[in-house]
DNA sequence: CATGAATGAGGCTTCATTCAT
DNA sequence: CATGAATGAAGCCTCATTCAT
């Protein structure tokens, strides 16, 4: 075969991508190395070159989709706390980007998501860290929209929080698994709306407290 | 060994009760015959006397959520319509129903949950249809609260399911992972609330509409 | 292939007898698990279903020819005891014996004396614990003797082991590798030349004392 | 890393150096060229450009041990011959000489001795070449000695061989394993001593010949 | 029906060697 | 001369499935 010589790092991305594209169309368990290597158009020991072990290749894709959460989640924080009046209408704009970060990012989200329960004893510690980070981030700003009186301080933070995390998933995994892309405008939307007002029609519902 | 002689449907059980365990525990893939066998305290070959394939044990266990699933949606669904005068607060009712249902059966759910956006080639289409087939029971149960006008008609229906599914996932696999058990009312408190009224403080966010 | 079901011992036994003939021929490390199922005529998964790994069998092996020592070592001592009035000339016997235990079990004595001074990491512990066990054998043996004064008690009891192990493994190894039979009476009657008068034709040599 | 030009020679040199020092720490299976090239700080194609192959390097390893061997053996040789009125003593000398050698060169007669018995397939003839060329060195002695008077005749000269390589095998392996060094004079003692006298204490033992 | 030994495809990883720079 | 990224054959091991008893 022609030999081809990149520095690592390039080398490495290569392979990184290689990887995102098959551990999301079969999985981890199911994703051979040499899916990964056919993709990347290598040779099987110079996969080796750069990775020690498939699950580090993973880890390197988790690390990947990390890193560009994390980014995201910079700008964000920037934006928010260097407006300090910040209209609740922020929240939609909010809601529209991170919708947007994940589906532009489908292959990575795919694998991320798919996860989201697996409790597969192999690669749960990097798994963990990741969803850790990613709850964190939606749970302080949580608090701070409580603290500043945008989000009624009378529910509690981590319902919150998997109601951001649930509707997310179900939201991006049902336009990943069609490959349609849906209004995001429009699911902000609709979001913002079940944020301000809810949806029953009459002020039915729910005893007093648990007393 | 001895050799223990029983009919095939309570072997069968037998053999399907082990494999949910496996599978919630270890993951379709890496979960092995071995395991299963070990588990149920047969041999290897009895196994397949039973079943063709691992991925028809799979199969099973997924037929067994989706019979227990049905069984309670056929209760729930006499309930609502035996009942037609039927109060908002019902609705209340249906969420402690189905999350106290998902949390007496973890393994199962751990099973059918994990693997939501599994896009694991082998067993798609059966996963596939157990999803769709929850997914229409709730769409059915909006479709219908629309238009006895307890929710509100101008929601898309499919957000509304979105909602439903995405936020039992979150609150039950943190239940399951963390091996707790929440406060079941409380939980359909917060959320009755969330629909009833939202949770903005201020009536600010979204476009008018889309327009 | 043909399916031919043995029991656990016999499978085992005819796994390591090919485990044996291979790693006589080849050496440990270049010894594959293919040479071994091939030469034993079984399947590759047969193999694993009696040993964990190569240096299991190879552990396996050389517990073998530790039983067959033990053995051999076992009869060799209750003799030398049944006799208290031991001639000397029984040593001549012993030779004979040992040399010859060894040359009936060519394989398994290139295995264990090829690797003699072998430092190889994996399979040292396995091997020195033979190796140490056939010496402190000897070294008893030698004691022994000088207490009775067959064996004069001014020379160093580890010397002599020297002595004893050296000349054996180069008349062994030598005939091995020529693939001949060695006169072991012969041989024995050299041997016991040496021990009993020396070699040297006039009393010369050596410094008095370490003075 | 700094490119640092050296000629064929000292490069060549530098590179059997630590091919020495690895194949007697790992062996010849397990050392890989990495072991080498990093021991060396050299590059991986530098080191075929100088080898073409491991085995040629082991080749070479086993040349070095030959040279040295072949000039000791050649200053012996001048020296007992220069010196025709042979006292018997003078072989006490060369026993500490030759030991002595194989103790300052301990990785290679790590790596020689080691092997001695090994029938790897690949590195046998260059291997048994020089092994012949030792045991042909001692024959020569041997039976010059035994010219001369100072061996009895009537033993068999490939037995000595055996006594000599023997015995120098264990007593220097030994050391070597323990990395001690054993007082050669006095190994050289009681190894004289046994020549000289035997070490039976009566004369008893043997057949009186084949005859 | 039940058993468990046997099978072999296929996965992960290593490492001697090559070659573009 | 020197470098080190790239190659791919080959080795070890696992495990779903089969079948003789």
Do not use: C
């Not at 979001?191 to 407290?209: D, Y």
């Amino acid at each position: 075969m022609k030999r081809q010589i990149l520095d690592k790092a390039t080398r490495r991305r290569q392979i990184v991508e290689a990887a995102i594209a098959v551990f999301a169309a079969r999985g981890y368990r199911v994703a051979s190395i040499s899916d990964i290597i056919a993709r990347a158009g290598i040779a099987r020991g110079t996969f080796y070159l750069h990775f020690q072990s498939k699950e580090e290749a993973f880890d390197a894709v988790l690390d990947h989709f990390h890193e560009l959460f994390t980014a995201m989640a910079e700008r964000e924080k920037s934006r928010r706390y260097g407006n300090p009046v910040a209209l609740p209408g922020r929240l939609r704009e909010s809601l529209v980007e991170w919708l947007g970060f994940l589906l532009s990012n489908r292959d990575l989200t795919k694998i991320v998501f798919r996860q989201a329960a697996a409790v597969d004893p192999d690669y749960e510690r990097k798994y963990l860290q990741i969803v850790r980070s990613m709850q964190e981030h939606s749970a302080r700003a949580i608090r701070f929209l409580q603290t500043i009186k945008v989000l009624r301080a009378d529910l509690d933070p981590q319902f919150l929080n998997h109601v951001f995390h649930g509707v997310t998933a179900q939201v991006v995994l049902q336009a990943i698994a069609e490959g349609s892309t849906p209004d995001l405008e429009a699911v902000a939307d609709q979001w913002i709306n079940l944020l301000r007002s809810g949806v029953l029609r009459t002020g039915a519902g729910g005893r007093k407290a648990k007393s």
